[in-house]
Each structure stands twice: as C-alpha cells, then as structure tokens.
C-alpha cells in the first residue's frame, strides 16, 4: 500500500474548506432576522439578575481552588440534587 504524500499538511489554526469565503457585503445584502423571547425567558433573565454578585467572594473561592484548599461538600451537593429532583418530580405531578 503506497501513501499519497501529495497532500498538504494541515497545521493549527489553518482552515481547510471547500466553502467560499464570506464577505462584508454578502453579510450586509442578507435578510434581517426577527428574535422573540418567551415569557420563561423573560422569568429566567430576571431571577438570574436578582442576586447581586460577590465579585470578592468570586476571587477568594479562585484562589481557594488555585491553592488547593478549597474543600467540596460531597454530602451537600448530594443533597441538593435529590431536593431539586424532588421538587421537580413534585413540580409535575401536580401539573
């Protein structure tokens, strides 16, 4: 068996497509598209803006990881999954 060695070697960041390359105008000369967002959406987007963030807490629990002593609770990320699946086993059953 003989190996085509004609092929060009593909590095990264190198691109191989068989598509034509998009340009300024093709993106201009599309149709504009029309997004609407449901209602969830709208709950979703407002409840996540809701708390504030700790941008301190953020950088200590980093730095925590980075240092190797940040400890994760097994027992209460356990914990928490059952309650959630039991909230939403509850959830549906009602519906």
Known sequence: MKIDSSLKPVGPGTVSSNRPKATASDASSGSAAEVKFSAASAQLSGA???AP???ARIAEIKLAIS???FKVNA???ADGLINTA????????KA
Do not use: F, Y
């Not at 039991?86 to 549906?92: E, T």
């Open 75 to 77: 027992d209460a990320i």
């Open 67 to 69: 240092e190797g002593r």
């Open 86 to 93: 039991r909230d939403l086993l509850n959830s549906q059953r």
């Open 48 to 50: 996540s803006s809701g």
């Open 53 to 55: 963030i700790d941008g």
